[in-house]
């Protein structure tokens, strides 16, 4: 079958009307332009130092260790001697008080300079799930970067690789998919991505605080605060979905080799397995890699799972079903019109049923319904037009 004679080539495209974009504009371009403009803006933006590791003084006992990092004994941290708009890392000394007041060094933190925007929006092991940092403070459960890291890139060709494998391969998955579907599937690869990192980086960090020697392949042993930016999570995500969906479409591998689509993607991910179990440059990103690839396979095989994601915001998401069926309700357009024939008002779902499906949804969570509530749910969204 010709690429030209798939379904989701002949069909006009689904509705486009996601995250605000007014019509024409597709959700990849959304996606795109996000990431482009987060990126320029932090070119703009003074650029901040972030603590990405932290080395305590052989000298100071554990039992002191434990003191600072819980607030019982006062820490704070010395003047970094390097200007962040220049030097990329550098080390900030941490103090705390002798017994007679005197401040004396207990640990060097070692810093990151990194853009204002992507200060606030890069992921780790450490934001994600806790950690104390000597003269800091603590970093604990920020949930907001599984999704926050997926719009930030670490440098130009970072951010012009990922953008031309979403301009090339997003609309594939998109015309596939439809708008809203595809905007959540391209989340919830990155967020994927995010899991694995955070799952295999967890894991290292756990085996090494042991002291054991045994070094398990696959395991992530950089410091739980490194930073983790990128959409190439949700990038792999896409490029998988569209192996499946067109696998024999010709590519040309950095625009010169010539290979089948789902070669290059299959290829892509061993590269990336290679590079996480030999512990290669990059291996935390090539884990994300992974994560997104896997996420991508599964989701495209099963894209009913792709309906309930922004129905998670309820009555926030005006694309939900939930906010549709509330519209629905307060309208009053359940009921039917004066003067329509009995079987017309008979197909009409009443107002007591739609109030009682959506407090179903409420107390059980949109899962929770069968498939007569879901239709019933949909016939009275589509009667106002939703």
Same mark, same amino acid.
């Given at each position: 079958?010709?690429?030209? &004679?798939? &379904?989701?080539?002949?069909?006009? %495209?689904?509705?486009?009307? +996601? @995250?605000?974009?007014?019509? *024409? ?7 795109? @332009?996000? !990431?482009?403009?987060? =990126? ?12 990405? *590791? ?17 607030? #019982? ?5 010395? %003047? ?20 007679? *007041? ?20 890069? /992921?780790?092991?450490?934001?994600? @799930? ?7 403070? +603590?970093?604990?459960?920020? #949930? ?6 997926? /719009? !930030? ?15 090339? /391969?997003? %609309?594939? #998955? ?18 994927? $991505? ?7 980086? @967890? ?32 990038? =792999? *995500? ?16 950095? =625009? ?16 990336? !397995?290679a590079a996480v179990l030999l512990r290669w440059k990059n291996a935390g990103g090539e884990?994300?890699?992974? $994560? ?11 894209? &009913?799972?792709?309906?309930? =994601? ?5 009555? +926030?998401?005006?694309?939900?079903? /939930? ?10 357009l359940e009921r039917s019109p004066r003067g329509h024939g009995g079987s017309d008002r ?12 959506? &407090? ?12 007569s509530e879901r239709r019933t749910l949909r016939d009275a969204t589509h009667r106002h $037009?939703?």
């Open positions: 079958m010709g690429t030209a &004679d798939r &379904d989701y080539w002949r069909e006009e %495209p689904p509705s486009r009307r +996601v @995250l605000g974009a007014q019509k *024409g504009w597709s959700a990849t371009t959304w996606l795109i @332009l996000i !990431c482009v403009v987060v =990126f320029v803006a932090d070119a703009f933006l003074p650029r901040q130092w972030v603590v990405i *590791g932290s080395q305590w003084d052989p000298t100071v006992p554990e039992p002191v260790q434990r003191d600072i990092l819980s607030g #019982v004994r006062a820490s704070s941290t010395g %003047p970094i001697d390097a200007d962040p708009a220049r030097i990329l890392i550098a080390e900030q000394t941490v103090f705390a008080p002798r017994a007679d *007041g005197t401040p004396i060094p207990v640990a060097v933190n070692t810093v990151q300079s990194m853009p204002f925007l992507q200060r606030w929006l890069y /992921f780790s092991t450490s934001t994600a @799930l806790y950690s104390t940092i000597p003269g800091v403070g +603590v970093s604990a459960l920020q #949930v907001w970067r599984f999704i926050g890291f997926q /719009f !930030c890139h670490a440098d130009l060709n970072h951010l012009l690789f990922n953008m031309i494998g979403l301009y090339f /391969f997003g %609309p594939v #998955v998109e015309r596939y998919l439809g708008a809203k579907r595809y905007t959540a599937f391209y989340l919830l690869c990155g967020i994927a $991505g995010a899991l694995l990192y955070l799952i295999l980086n @967890l894991a290292g960090y756990l085996m090494a605080s042991t002291g054991t020697r045994v070094v398990i392949p696959g395991l992530l042993l950089n410091d739980p605060d490194m930073p983790l930016v990128g959409a190439s999570a949700g990038v =792999f *995500g896409i490029i998988i979905a569209s192996a499946r969906l067109m696998p024999n479409a010709q590519v040309l591998l950095f =625009f010169v080799i010539p290979m089948r689509l789902k070669t290059l993607a299959y290829g892509l991910v061993l590269f990336a !397995c884990a994300a890699h992974i $994560g997104g690839a896997v996420a991508g396979w599964y989701l495209i095989h099963n894209p &009913d799972r792709l309906r309930s =994601f922004f129905d998670l915001l309820g009555t +926030v998401d005006p694309t939900s079903t /939930f906010h549709s069926a509330r519209r629905v309700q307060r309208a009053g008979a197909s009409t779902p009443s107002a007591g049923e739609v109030d009682r499906i959506l &407090d179903k949804i409420r107390s059980s969570g949109l899962g929770s319904l069968t498939e $037009g939703g």
